[in-house]
């Protein structure tokens, strides 16, 4: 092991003790033994009822309760010791990822130019690409340590720890969200699909916790996954999404038990590369294969009697493995595309055979280039389009009508509307079951 990293975690080791002595004082000066703050008792009893009647009565909030069961049964403690220890761990959890987060902020990578040090102690919201990475040194050209790099980021987990004292206080499905919400943006930080996957299990927890919570957390991965494509970071953008597509399906999954308010559908569908033979001359005409697609969606049913209907979907086409190279220098291939997809459906019965089915939705649509006004080439032609952007939010809307025959025969008549790219599409369709 190298000397910075013993020394990084010599530091996290002395950031988590100095954490850990910081909650613990207060029960050992005062020999406490119950839960801080007005909400302790609330989780007590909270975790006695779902003991006794199941974590269905507890509500919206299980997270915690749960977590304090399966503590208290496998350490064999009282459920008093458990809460109060949770306390503690949590708060000392919500700085040590914090500080995590930070250090991916200031961790070893190649700056932008010779000489150049970014600016530390931020992370960017869209997530492609982190402020206060180092810099390459002047003297050698290599990658350095960004200099008071290691301060930053115990300043960042003590600060943050501390400050969780205001949720320590008896309020732990707060904590418990803010330390997974941290965690999981630290792992999504780091790349990589893995960690991807790791941040969305750890957003589940998260949201059991504190669903409402969960919500803004997912506003926030959102607008980082669009700030993402906006700046070109399409693989970015994917991971942030798939993360909190992820959290949100197991959030829901693990709230609703219901089976007459509660259903979920997930797909997933790749198609590979089709190679085509071709009876021309590509230096004619242009002509290239059927792209490889990655297609995965979730369809939740909710409410009594299950007439709520919301759908998610991300598609992922591989362009640039499909077109050919430009013949000529200066200009660009044609780029991957990520695109997302959310819509909601509700079921209004009008008559016993007879409902109506209002819809509204928005796809993010990624177009395979990054300039509207340099497209791409592939070989030796150039891509010509009349287009707006290089990115589209799309808005749908439409209206389902359905009915039944005497014989039970399903009947609908769909009409919908898309605005928000190149131009108004209408469509209509027509169900008829024999």
Not at 269 to 288: G, M, N
Request: proline fraction near 4%.
């Amino acid at each position: 092991m190298g000397g910075g990293r013993r020394a990084d975690l010599l530091a996290l080791s002395a950031l988590g003790a100095s954490l850990l002595g910081f909650f613990l004082w207060p029960f050992l000066l005062h020999a406490e033994h119950f839960p801080l703050g007005p909400d302790g008792p609330v989780y007590l009893w909270w975790t006695r009822l779902a003991a006794h009647e199941g974590l269905g009565a507890v509500g919206e909030r299980p997270g915690v309760p749960a977590l304090a069961l399966a503590l208290g049964g496998t350490l064999r403690l009282s459920t008093v010791a458990v809460v109060s220890a949770l306390e503690v761990a949590l708060a000392c959890a919500v700085g040590l990822a914090a500080a995590a987060l930070a250090a991916r902020a200031t961790e070893e990578d190649e700056g932008p130019a010779a000489g150049a040090v970014t600016a530390g102690g931020a992370v960017t919201v869209g997530g492609a690409v982190t402020a206060g990475r180092v810099g390459r040194t002047a003297a050698t050209g290599r990658a350095g340590p960004a200099r008071g790099g290691r301060a930053a980021w115990l300043l960042a987990g003590l600060l943050s720890g501390t400050f969780a004292a205001h949720l320590a206080a008896g309020y732990l499905a707060n904590l418990a969200f803010a330390a997974a919400f941290t965690a999981a943006a630290a792992l999504l930080a780091g790349g990589g699909a893995v960690a991807a996957a790791l941040a969305g299990a750890v957003l589940v927890g998260g949201g059991l916790a504190h669903p409402l919570f969960l919500l803004l957390g997912l506003a926030i991965l959102g607008g980082a996954a669009l700030l993402a494509l906006r700046d070109g970071a399409r693989r970015e953008a994917g991971r942030l999404a798939a993360a909190g597509l992820g959290a949100g399906a197991g959030v829901l999954m693990g709230l609703y038990d219901d089976l007459d308010s509660f259903k979920v559908n997930v797909g997933v569908a790749y198609q590979s590369k089709v190679s085509y033979s071709f009876e021309v001359d590509r230096s004619i005409l242009p002509a290239f294969d059927m792209p490889r697609q990655l297609n995965a969606g979730v369809t939740f049913y909710l409410l009594k009697d299950m007439p709520l209907r919301l759908t998610m979907d991300v598609q992922w086409i591989d362009w640039s493995d499909t077109a050919e190279d430009p013949a000529y220098g200066g200009f660009e291939t044609l780029d991957d595309a990520v695109s997302f997809s959310m819509g909601a459906e509700y079921k209004v019965k009008v008559a016993a055979r007879t409902s109506l089915y209002p819809r509204l939705g928005y796809r993010r649509f990624d177009a395979p280039w990054a300039d509207k006004d340099r497209l791409p080439m592939t070989g030796r032609y150039r891509l010509v389009l009349h287009t707006k952007a290089d990115a589209f939010s799309l808005f749908t809307f439409g209206i389902g009508i359905g009915w039944s025959s005497e014989g039970d025969k399903v009947r609908m008549l769909d009409l919908a509307g898309e605005f928000g790219g190149d131009s108004f599409n209408a469509a209509a369709g027509v169900t008829f079951e024999f």
